[in-house]
């Protein structure tokens, strides 16, 4: 029991105990930032959903809230499932969600905030001439869910997109609203991929390709491009790609259909879902939540009394030296719980060298480091001791690849955790040295490679380097080629996670 103890985090958000899955509806109101999310008040498993609310100043120090959401009407009697955030040019805010009816039929609901000068936006009103969208004829009752943040049209009129499928091609309906009371089924949908499945949580907005800030949501034109995100359901995995939305037919085109969503790119490689980004009207930036789900089994949840966290909120930008991809980086308030901090520069590694760093406790912990490889020993043969997606290779072309790795296969002694490795190739730019980012917190490792290029979160389940016994080792498994490494490393303080009610603000 110490042993699930010490796995829960300490700077990650979660709620008090019990189950959490996706972010819903995140946003910025009077100084506060908010954050819902999939809640069952009951259990350490999914189920009842409800909306927890939580609000921060820093986005990560939280207070937490009374529920935002029940499940106490027909039209989400079997959940208050996930919906997004829209603020109006005159500050309404308009919140959009799935509703499970009383007859499993998945619906589209609206509710808002019941006086919107509270800056805790503690109650909240659902319409009471829910729902305000039904399946649509073609759509399976139970395959129509999770609508995105609205944008305005060249025409004045909002759109939103709802992820749904067809047999096994995955696709996004479009519609229309003036009113988000009633709404209009466009007959062209935003996209479709094929074999994709069934598109949970789908996610879409403009990122500058010149300028460094983000963009709120309805931002078009040249130097724009469009992220459209999904969620697929049957591989539970987050899948985006870049590509060009064109407002008149409300059509997105991406970049590279080779890489379309749900073949391409994943925004993470390791165990991460149903993201979701808002627009921060404050600091001018698109911020990136997502679910960070278990990978040890129900029965241990239950034991531990929660299961899932959400990761660090996530700037995302467009990769203007690449071109191919978003760069996903920690909010710079991160670094606000960074405390003494231990650095090591240019230590060379040898083949099959292990150098312990002398860090005291590597339970909660913020890592940066680079590597620099000898290139003339680096050509021709390349190699890594992992299988899965992870020894690099040179292509029929010569070109090179970097791959980017999380080997959990020593990471507990445990029998019913996760202990894959996860990976995949990242784009190292001549001139560039290889470049990494790592947040531990007890049992998430988020890591960031090249700036934020690929990206893997994992979930660990030590059972013997807890407290004392978790230590970080810097080593080079190569049999043949050395490795200059640069380390600094920050112990992380432990966010503020205030139960309801608070004293004050
Ligand atoms: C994604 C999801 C959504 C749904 C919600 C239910 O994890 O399945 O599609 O709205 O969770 O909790």
């Known amino acids: 029991n110490d042993m699930l103890s010490w796995q829960r985090t300490s700077f990650h958000f979660q709620p008090q105990e019990n189950w959490m899955n996706d972010p ?73 969600y799935t509703g499970d009816t009383d007859d499993l039929v998945q619906v589209q609901n609206l509710a808002y905030p019941a006086n919107l000068s509270d800056p805790l936006l503690l109650n909240w009103i659902k319409y009471p001439d829910n729902p305000v969208m039904f399946p649509p004829p073609g759509i399976g009752s139970t395959d129509f869910r999770d609508p995105t943040t609205a944008w305005i049209g060249p025409d004045g009129k909002w759109r939103l997109t709802i992820g749904s499928k067809v047999n096994k091609t995955g696709i996004s309906l479009m519609y229309r609203t003036t009113d988000f ?44 491009k469009h992220v459209l995100k999904s969620s697929l359901d049957d591989d539970k995995h987050d899948y985006y790609a870049l590509g060009t ?22 925004l993470d490689y390791g165990k991460y879902y149903a993201s979701k980004t808002f627009y921060d009207q404050d600091k001018k ?16 949840d ?13 700037t995302v930008v467009f990769d203007k030296k690449t071109g191919t991809n978003i760069l996903q980086w920690p909010i710079k308030e991160v670094e606000s719980l960074r405390s003494g901090s231990y650095e090591i520069d240019d230590v060379e590694l040898k083949p099959g060298s292990l150098v312990p760093l002398k860090i005291s406790s590597a339970a909660q912990l913020d890592i940066v480091a680079s590597f ?77 490679a090249q700036g934020g290029r690929t990206v893997i979160t994992s979930r660990v389940y030590p059972t013997r380097a807890i407290y004392s016994a978790a230590r970080v080792f810097l080593f080079n498994n190569a049999t043949g080629v050395s490795v200059t490494a640069s ?14 009610p608070f004293d004050q603000l």
């Open 24 to 96: 819903n509806g995140p946003l910025f109101h009077m100084g506060w930032y908010h954050l819902f999310y999939q809640y069952n008040p009951d259990s350490a498993i999914w189920g009842n959903i409800t909306w927890g609310h939580a609000i921060s100043r820093d986005l990560i120090n939280w207070l937490h809230l009374p529920f935002a959401m029940q499940p106490d009407q027909w039209y989400d009697i079997n959940g208050v499932w996930t919906g997004s955030a829209t603020i109006l040019p005159d500050g309404k805010i308009v919140m959009l």
């Open 285 to 300: 930036r698109r911020l990136l939540w997502g679910w960070i789900g278990e990978t040890d089994s129900e029965t241990t």
């Open 372 to 448: 620099e490889v000898d290139e003339e020993a680096f050509k021709g043969t390349f190699e890594a001791d992992a299988s899965y997606n992870c020894t690099a290779s040179t292509g029929v072309d010569g070109s090179s690849k970097t791959y980017f790795c999380a080997d959990q296969s020593r990471s507990s002694t445990a029998s019913d955790v996760g202990k894959g490795v996860y990976g995949s190739d990242v784009p190292v730019l001549h001139g560039e040295k290889l470049s990494m980012r790592l947040l531990v917190d007890h049992s998430i490792v988020e890591s960031f």
């Open 302 to 314: 239950l034991l531990k009394g929660w299961a899932s966290v959400q990761s660090i909120p996530r």
């Open 487 to 500: 380390v600094k490393a920050w112990q992380m303080a432990s966010a503020n996670l205030k139960p309801f």
């Open 245 to 266: 939305y064109d407002p008149i037919k409300d059509k997105w085109t991406p970049d590279n259909p080779e890489l379309d969503v749900g073949i391409g790119l994943r």
């Open 181 to 224: 009371i009633s709404y209009e089924l466009l007959d062209e949908i935003l996209h479709a991929v094929p074999g994709t499945g069934m598109w949970e949580c789908v996610d879409f907005y403009p990122v500058s390709v010149t300028e460094a800030n983000g963009l709120d949501t309805s931002v078009n034109g040249p130097g724009v």
